[in-house]
């Protein structure tokens, strides 16, 4: 009896996969809130330079507090290019003889101007306080702004990298508490930081207990439903993270100071932290490691649950242990080396490591700075979360209808060409910019929901966890990297966009190169691929010079896999079970 048998003897999909699945998918809506957390909690709002209004200032005034914003200003602040009051430059010395005048300056020669001397003023009309605004992270110090992000991103990049080889050793389940834990206290913390370096730390820690909330998170609901409904039970993630980014709009609208807007979605961690002791850990993992009797309790639980007690009863340990066996012979470790030995894996890899690195970077470069369209943030925050939902449905469609390498290509080549379009279109066209700059950001998410399910269905089983941790790693580094290239901008507008939407289109024609997966078994080692991708080839190559149709061609290709894999892995239906260890 395999494992997945197992499942089905205790309930299959029944009242305890339902509460589990549900409890455990909350959290991604909160996860991606954090994730896109940057628009709103460093938002730059309108700022000029502080400027004196001492004895001297009231001894030449006698003003409304409106002529003094309009008036008074032009006595210490020079003008940009747009005739506002520069945001980052004073005057040297105050130019009294511009005060009730319409000159700019009172003689042919220009002012002498400094840095600002004693702070800024804000506007807080939209945001009663960021971090910007907090610790003043303009001008000189903007680039800081975009290094929170990065931060962020890095500790998703060790989580990932830790806490899936911690879960290994120490399970799901106490890694999952653990991480709820810790982002409840590291985000509430970060969420009353005393000074900048310390929020930072905190936002870090944040980064690193969400990748672990994520990636155990993935893992105890791919363990415990069975293979016939994963592929379809594991798109619930992606619709939470989606509602997630729509809620945030809604929360930064009502709150307005960063403050409160990440205490209020840090905090309902510690109500996930105290929920999830009710969760049970992974009968498999149980298993595995040795522990047989812990994993009977927990299956004569859930078959309980499930109205199949009786069931449940028949169970023994050496039941359990018999249907773990073969799992265990395909469970080997491997080297990250081994992804690189042979020809057609060392191709599979590296297509992936494009795809994945250039997909995230297009991705967050897009979604963390949605000033840069000078429209209302809240209005286009769910304008591009709404446009998941569709391209999501799409994407299912493409992904059982046509294929994985078809919906790859296409999703990546026209998020790539939207972007680059993007970068040549004039900033007064704003409508234009937004609905393009909303279809590629919805080409994006449609990449990363066929992502996962391509890279687990091309890499091979013995070494699918290995394959899986990498491209996710590729992906933290090109969230990471797509801070720094935005602040490219400041000094060429359309560098950011031309930079992302070319990556995004080299990922696009590098997906090409991958293999098409649709209807085809699951490769149990490296050498199905191998032999896999050589047969095929030589079969193609065969039917081309013998001039047969297309549809014979695909119906040859089909019928070869077919007898290559006459049993079909367990797994074959679940393209997301290279998280069953809990790796990223």
């Not at 149980?286 to 109205?307: C, D, F, M, S, T």
């Not at 004039?426 to 998410?445: E, M, W, Y």
């Not at 941790?469 to 720094?484: D, E, F, K, N, T």
Request: one cysteine or more; charged letters at 15%.
């Amino acid at each position: 009896m395999a494992f997945g048998d197992l499942l089905e003897m205790v309930g299959g999909l029944g009242k305890f996969q339902a509460i589990h699945i549900v409890l455990l998918s909350i959290p991604y809506i909160f996860a991606s809130c954090h994730n896109v957390l940057q628009n709103f909690m460093a938002a730059v709002p309108d700022h000029w330079c502080r400027v004196p209004q001492g004895d001297q200032g009231s001894r030449y005034l006698n003003v409304t507090e409106e002529l003094l914003r309009e008036e008074f200003l032009r006595v210490f602040l020079p003008l940009d290019e747009e005739g506002r009051p520069d945001k980052c430059r004073m005057y040297s010395s105050p130019q009294w003889h511009l005060l009730g005048t319409n000159e700019t300056q009172g003689n042919g020669s220009q002012p002498d101007t400094q840095a600002c001397t004693d702070g800024w003023v804000y506007n807080r009309s939209q945001f009663t306080s960021t971090i910007v605004t907090e610790w003043d992270l303009v001008c000189d110090r903007k680039s800081l702004k975009q290094m929170v992000q990065s931060i962020y991103m890095a500790g998703l990049l060790i989580g990932a990298c830790v806490l899936g080889r911690l879960s290994d050793k120490f399970g799901r389940r106490t890694l999952l508490l653990w991480s709820h834990f810790l982002v409840a206290v590291s985000g509430t913390c970060g969420a009353f930081s005393s000074s900048f370096p310390l929020f930072c730390f905190w936002r870090f820690l944040s980064g690193v207990g969400l990748s672990g909330v994520i990636i155990n998170g993935l893992s105890l609901t791919v363990e415990w439903i069975p293979t016939r409904v994963r592929t379809k039970l594991s798109l619930i993630s992606f619709v939470g993270y989606t509602t997630g980014q729509l809620l945030l709009a809604g929360i930064a609208y009502g709150l307005k100071d960063w403050r409160w807007i990440q205490f209020s979605v840090s905090a309902p961690f510690l109500v996930f932290f105290l929920y999830s002791w009710w969760l049970s850990e992974s009968a498999r993992w149980l298993i595995v490691n040795g522990k047989e009797h812990v994993a009977l309790k927990q299956l004569k639980r859930v078959a309980k649950l499930n109205g199949r007690e009786a069931e449940g009863e028949r169970l023994t340990v050496e039941i359990l242990k018999a249907s773990v066996e073969n799992d265990q012979l395909t469970d080997k470790s491997q080297s990250v080396l081994d992804l690189f030995r042979t020809p057609v894996m060392r191709r599979i890899t590296c297509c992936m490591m494009v795809v994945w690195f250039s997909m995230s970077f297009a991705y967050y470069g897009l979604s963390i700075d949605l000033q840069g369209f000078g429209v209302n943030i809240y209005l286009i925050q769910l304008i591009f979360g709404a446009v998941d939902f569709p391209a999501k449905i799409v994407t299912f469609l493409t992904l059982s209808l046509i294929g994985r390498r078809f919906t790859q290509v296409t999703s990546l080549t026209l998020a790539g060409s939207t972007l680059l379009a993007n970068a040549i279109i004039p900033k007064d066209l704003q409508t234009v910019r937004i609905s393009l700059a909303a279809f590629g950001k919805g080409c994006l998410a449609a990449t990363f929901s066929g992502c996962y399910l391509h890279t687990g269905e091309l890499f091979p089983t013995v070494v699918r966890q290995t394959g899986m941790g990498l491209s996710s790693s590729m992906a933290r580094l090109g969230a990471m990297v797509a801070p720094v290239v935005r602040m490219s901008g400041d000094y060429i507008p359309f560098l950011p966009s031309t930079i992302y939407g070319g990556m995004a289109v080299i990922a696009g024609v590098t997906a090409f190169f991958l293999l098409e997966t649709r209807n085809v078994p699951l490769p149990e080692t490296i050498d199905d691929v191998e032999n896999r991708a050589k047969k095929s080839s030589k079969r193609v190559s065969k039917l081309r010079n013998e001039d047969v149709p297309l549809q014979e061609v695909h119906t040859s290709l089909m019928k070869q896999t077919v007898e290559a894999h006459p049993t079909p892995h367990p797994d074959a239906a679940a393209p997301c079970s290279y998280l069953k260890a809990g790796r990223p």
